[in-house]
């Protein structure tokens, strides 16, 4: 950039002129010079508030000069603020940057005295520089006790602040003009930039690769007024949760709904402090997976389950579930007894077989014990198989196996049948939810964007719950069985999802076959039978008072659907519709209708961002059209500014937006701990068995197969070029030339 700094003619100017000019100048010569090279102008021609300036036409009196201190002496601002700015754009150009320096107030607080300095003044401490412990390298010195400084004052009687003192002389090289740049007083991230940053990095963009795209976009890295260590330092300055507000209340609602059941399990290396991550889950009348609540612990302790599960209680009013479901983690069963002791504890079918498998080693056992597990039988026909198993098996004393018997009733469905689990067996809905949870957020992600991020993996849950909400009420499903009118209501009650296994249990009540009935005050019992199975009888209790009906089965309180016994008598007492007391309301499509509306609580910052970015897109578009002919970029380029400039002094500020500012003060980062499920990864270095490496043709160590002794001697062909006899290169291909010198040689596949 040239050192032009302002233009006035003959060489004087008016007092009251002096700012409105300098300020302008100062303002605006960089963007003047992009203009300039826009729209491929000379040097002498410059384009300043819509007039044109050129030395060839008629100007040869004006004199270019820079500005010197008699000019800032003679300079009067309306605030400090101001005065700031215009010091500050003064420092840009001319290739140094301003600080704050001392402050002086009167008696009554208000102040006399501010003066700015340049960023090289004063020394550094020497206890730093003598400090012998330190852990980082030294930064590089900057302070060479520069006295370059601008003090200004309050004028008495007009309150306008005036320049007392202007020392213009550095001791140190200014630097050039493309350097400048780098320098922290003159990095600044626009709120523009910061909501541009934000929305990329919300869809898993990294920093680098939006610095480019901005980059690209501003025409050039040169004329990026930040660097990617700003992004990141502002990446950083976000993670303060002083303004955070996770908004809970649907996720309240949800678990007033659906938290009758919940399962939970840990997952890891989701975050960069390695914190194990807990999801509180359930299942939704679309039997969709939902998410109450996550929690991350430093710790998988017991005493850490009990306080995750209280502050758990705590934030779902005190609502306790009835039935839990986990991997049977020692510390975490303790916690839900503590925690919980009300709601029944069942244990993940698949982690009991996969620990069947590497305890007892016997595949007939562990296709035996399947059975028992899984099996819908009553509690002696159990007992019998669990004895024949264990018989057959020969692991009666196995240390394993009778710990297992004891904890039966936590994982056995006879013992568990008539306790409502939703139809959940497994903790699979946990390891599918941290799957999904995986395309949302990565290892190197902090607190506040794995609380961002995991944000939007709820969001994206509910998007899909809210698809089915729609098919479910959009649409009536084709009659397929022999009872339209049960048929019928199932469909208007129940969700799409949960009707289609209502549909199949109504095919299959063809296949029970009444055999009697019991008649007693007020009910009726029917002795039912499945066809040609005379050991599979059930009864059905039909309540005429209340119109409910129970079966010995209790499949319809262990899942919440009608079982093929109920769905028969209904048939056989021509019903034409489902009684209220056989549609569960967690399953039904009005499951969610009552649920109360929830007000959102804006943050500030966060609504001014949306502005921001909504703007943005409006911008894109308007320079897309604004740009595409010479006359418009100018003309509209000059509309721009004198708008900006109107609303600045309007709003009273330089530009700062409401998101520019962030507190210092905040939640600390956490320390990264060790989990018992990371594995090889988190053990310390010094910890690690050394791999070592194995020939591929005897697996032995301390050689490779190209020098393997054991290996084939062959007789290779060289070019002339190769001057290495083949008796000293072993075990190459004999249908392999080697072209070259010294170990860089190329292999050529002779014909």
């Known amino acids: 950039m040239k050192e032009v700094l302002g ?27 992009e203009i300039v090279q826009d729209m491929g102008m000379e040097d002498d021609e410059v384009e300043v508030g819509g007039g044109q300036q050129s030395i060839e036409n008629g100007m040869e009196a004006a004199e270019v000069v820079t500005i010197t201190a008699d000019d800032f002496l003679r300079m009067e601002f309306n605030n400090p603020k101001e005065a700031a700015r215009i010091y500050e754009e003064y420092s840009r150009v001319k290739g140094f940057a301003v ?122 890295f040169n004329r990026v007024s930040f660097t990617k260590r700003d992004m990141y330092n502002e ?49 939704n009348n679309h039997n969709q997976t939902c998410v109450f609540a996550t929690a991350m612990v430093s710790s998988e302790t017991q005493s850490s ?56 080693c016997m595949p007939r056992f562990t296709s035996l014990f ?40 936590l994982w056995a469905t006879t013992y568990i049948r008539g306790r409502f689990f939703a139809g959940i067996r497994t903790t699979s809905r946990c390891e599918s939810l941290h799957a999904k949870l995986g395309r949302f957020v990565e290892s190197r992600y902090g607190i506040l964007e794995f609380i961002t991020n995991f944000q939007r993996c709820v969001e994206f849950l509910r998007d899909n719950e809210d698809e089915l909400e729609f098919r479910s009420s959009y649409g009536t499903p084709v009659i397929q069985t022999e009872f339209p009118e049960l048929e019928k209501s199932g469909a208007m009650n129940f969700t799409r999802e949960i009707f289609a296994r209502y549909r199949e249990s109504l095919k299959r009540c063809v296949r029970v076959t009444v055999l009697g009935c019991i008649e007693s ?38 899942f919440g659907i009608p079982c093929v016994q109920i769905l028969a008598m209904l048939v056989r007492l021509d019903i034409g519709s489902l009684p209220k ?41 308007f320079a897309r059209v604004a740009c595409q002919s010479k006359e418009n970029f100018k003309v509209y380029t000059e509309k721009v500014v004198e708008d900006t400039l109107r609303l600045e002094m309007m709003n009273g500020d330089a530009g700062d937006g409401a998101g520019s500012g962030h507190a ?64 000293h290169m072993p075990n190459r291909d004999p249908t392999v030339s080697y072209a070259g010198n010294g170990s860089n040689n190329r292999r050529r596949r002779v014909g």
């Not at 004087?12 to 100062?26: K, P, Q, T, Y």
């Not at 839900?336 to 002791?341: D, H, Y």
């Not at 004393?397 to 710990?403: A, G, L, R, S, T």
């Open 664 to 727: 210092a003060q905040g939640v600390r980062d956490p320390i990264g701990v060790r989990t018992k499920g990371t594995g090889r990864a988190n053990e310390p270095f010094g910890s690690r068995a050394v791999k070592r490496r194995k020939c591929s043709t005897c697996r032995c160590l301390r050689h490779r197969r190209t020098h393997c002794p054991n290996g084939p001697r062959v007789t290779t062909s060289y070019t002339e070029q190769n001057t290495v006899p083949s008796q």
């Open 7 to 33: 233009s006035w003619i003959e060489g004087a100017f008016a007092d009251e002129a002096v700012l409105e000019r300098v300020s302008e100048r100062l303002r605006d010569v960089a963007f003047e010079e």
């Open 99 to 220: 600080r704050q320096g001392k402050k002086i107030k009167n008696k009554r607080g208000e102040f006399v005295q501010i003066t700015y300095l340049c960023n090289r003044e004063g020394f550094r401490d020497k206890k730093w520089l003598e400090k012998q412990d330190r852990k980082r390298e030294h930064k590089v010195v900057t302070r060479c006790g520069c006295p370059a400084e601008m003090r200004i004052k309050p004028r008495i009687g007009t309150g306008k602040w005036f320049v007392a003192r202007f020392v213009d002389e550095h001791n140190h090289d200014l630097l050039p003009q493309k350097f400048v740049e780098y320098l922290p007083a003159h990095r600044k991230i626009s709120d523009v930039d910061i909501a541009h940053m934000d929305s990329l990095r919300q869809v898993g963009i990294s920093i680098p690769k939006i610095y480019k795209s901005i980059a690209a976009q501003a025409g050039g």
């Open 581 to 621: 007391s056989l549609v569960l309301q967690r399953w039904s499509k009005a499951a969610k209708v009552e649920m109360s509306g929830v007000n959102q609580v804006n943050d500030m910052e966060a609504l001014y961002r949306n502005r921001v970015g909504a703007f943005l897109q409006h911008c894109k578009r």
């Open 370 to 409: 399947r059975h028992c597990m899984l099996a819908d039988i009553e509690v002696e026909e159990f007992e019998l198989q669990w004895e024949a198993m264990v018989s057959e098996c020969g692991v009666k004393d196995h240390e394993w196996v009778k710990d297992l018997y004891s904890k039966k009733l």
């Open 235 to 283: 990446v950083r300055r976000q993670r303060s949760l002083q303004n955070g507000d996770v908004n809970a209340a649907l996720s309240q609602e949800d678990f007033r709904l659906f938290g009758d059941v919940l399962a939970f399990d840990a997952t890891y290396g989701r975050n960069e402090y390695n914190l194990s991550v807990v999801v509180f889950s359930g299942v």
């Open 305 to 360: 389950y009990v306080w995750v599960l209280r502050k758990f209680l705590e934030c779902m009013d005190g609502r306790a579930p009835k039935a839990i479901i986990t991997d049977g983690d020692r510390s975490m069963r303790v916690a839900i007894q503590e925690v919980f002791p009300d709601a029944h504890h069942r244990l993940c079918a698949w982690h009991l077989l996969k620990n069947a498998t590497s305890n007892v």
């Open 521 to 558: 005050e007020g009910t009726c019992t029917y002795v039912t039978q499945k066809y040609r199975r005379p050991e599979k009888r059930w009864n059905v209790t039909h309540h005429g008072m209340s119109d409910t009906f129970v079966c010995t089965c209790l499949r319809m309180e262990s």
